[in-house]
Structures are given as structure tokens and as C-alpha cells.
């Protein structure tokens, strides 16, 4: 079972666990792709197996445009957050959406907006990793995933 984590910005990151009852046996954390094939790539790469598909679940950020951001800046957050949806209903990876209050709740590190939070929180839960702002809240929405997961397990 694989649990991955998206927070979908284009300064955002790509988290994932292959066993979603420990964090710390196999993880793997890294900034979100440059290009298009490249997230495509590596989504598909994450639950392709050799005879069978991966199975696992994906959690994106749900996001929407926020007042004062810029149109065009709004208009290309909303697309390479559709784009990201759009690559996961193509290969078929089921995904639940999950709210930056939801999880941010759950794991006990409201932001308010402050990266410095969540950046904190993922560096306290992981400090085996080397935590930047663009992978930080990838890993804590992986983690949110993983201990769903591993409640509903149980």
C-alpha cells in the first residue's frame, strides 16, 4: 500500500510511504517536478508494479484562489492544480481531497498561512529528513494519510 501526500503549488512537493504503519521505514520526499511529463512520470512511476499495480491512495491539498493573489497568478495555480488532479484520474490513482485546515488540524500545526509552522512540525515529526518549505507540507499531508490509513487498519 502506498500513501502519498501532494501539496500541489508549482513550489510545492511530492511525499510518499510504501508502508503506511511506520514513517520512518520506507519514505521518499522531494520538491514538486518542473514539468508536466515529469509529474506525470513520477505519479505513475509510484504505483506502477511489475505485474500489478501499486495500490495506495493519494491525499492532494485542496486549494482554491486566495483575495489579493493576482489573476494570472491565480489562473496558473488553478491550472497546474487541475493538471495534477486531471494526471491522477488518467492513471487511475484514486485521491481524496483534504482541506490545509483538516490536516493541519489533525497533526496539531495550524499555519495561519506561516510555511514557518508546518516547516517546524515536519521537522519535529522527521528529523531524519532534510525539510524545506517546498516539501514540508507534502510530507505532513502524507503523514495525515498514513495515520487514516493505519486507524482504519486497525
Known amino acids: 500500500m502506498r500513501i502519498v501526500g501532494i501539496d500541489p503549488g508549482q513550489a ?3 511525499a510518499w510511504w510504501t508502508e503506511p504503519f511506520r514513517a520512518d521505514l520506507q ?3 522531494e520538491p514538486m517536478p518542473k514539468t508536466e511529463k515529469d509529474i506525470a512520470n513520477l505519479l505513475g512511476w509510484m ?3 511489475e505485474i500489478h499495480p501499486i495500490e495506495g491512495l493519494v491525499y492532494i491539498e485542496r486549494v482554491h484562489t486566495m483575495p489579493g493573489q493576482g489573476i494570472a497568478s491565480s ?3 488553478m491550472q497546474h492544480y487541475g493538471f495534477l488532479r486531471g494526471v491522477l484520474v488518467a492513471l487511475g490513482i484514486p485521491f481524496e ?3 490545509p485546515l483538516k490536516w493541519q488540524r489533525a497533526l496539531g500545526c495550524l499555519s495561519g498561512g506561516d510555511k514557518n509552522v508546518t516547516k517546524q512540525k515536519a521537522q519535529q ?3 531524519h529528513l532534510t525539510i524545506t518549505h517546498a516539501t514540508a507540507d507534502a510530507l505532513l499531508i502524507a503523514e495525515y494519510g498514513r495515520r487514516l490509513y493505519a486507524r482504519e487498519e486497525k
Open 12 to 14: 510545492g512537493g511530492i
Open 125 to 127: 515529526l522527521f528529523p
Open 47 to 49: 504505483f506502477a508494479g
Open 27 to 29: 519514505y521518499a520526499v
Open 75 to 77: 489562473g496558473k495555480f
Open 97 to 99: 481531497e483534504v482541506s
